[in-house]
């Protein structure tokens, strides 16, 4: 299960930091990101984060937002700095999840959703 956390009401300019801990029998998480969804808008890709591997960004985010990953805690952030009213939405995290009881497949979970809401 992905639990996701930290979003909120925040001024334009402001920051704001999400987390996503993954709990259950897990053996290892492979790539884990984050995606957003605005009201009337489609979901969109906002960060991604392989295990060990290189980082990557939404045009839109790119410089203000950055994505990292706590291997031993099964947790990452998305560090929210510079945020736009544009950048509301409700926040999903997602990450690919090898089980301890099956080494041989990745299972896909999804978080609950955050709201972030950024006044002008």
């Known amino acids: 299960q992905l639990q996701a956390s930290g979003g909120g009401l925040v001024q334009a300019g402001g920051s704001l930091r999400l987390s996503c801990a993954a709990s259950?029998?897990?053996?290892?998480?492979?790539?884990m990101g984050w995606y957003r969804q605005a009201p009337g808008k489609q979901r969109e890709l906002v960060a991604t984060i392989p295990y060990g591997g290189t980082t990557d960004y939404a045009d839109s985010v790119k410089g203000r937002f950055t994505i990292s990953r706590d291997n031993a805690k099964n947790t990452f952030y998305l560090q929210m700095n510079s945020l736009k009213p544009e950048d509301t939405a409700v926040y999903y995290c997602?990450?690919?999840?090898?089980?301890?009881?099956?080494?041989?497949?990745?299972?896909?979970?999804w978080g609950q959703g955050t709201l972030v809401t950024v006044s002008s």
């Open positions: 997602t990450a690919a999840v090898v089980l301890e009881e099956d080494i041989r497949y990745q299972y896909d979970y």
């Open positions: 259950g029998s897990i053996f290892s998480i492979n790539s």
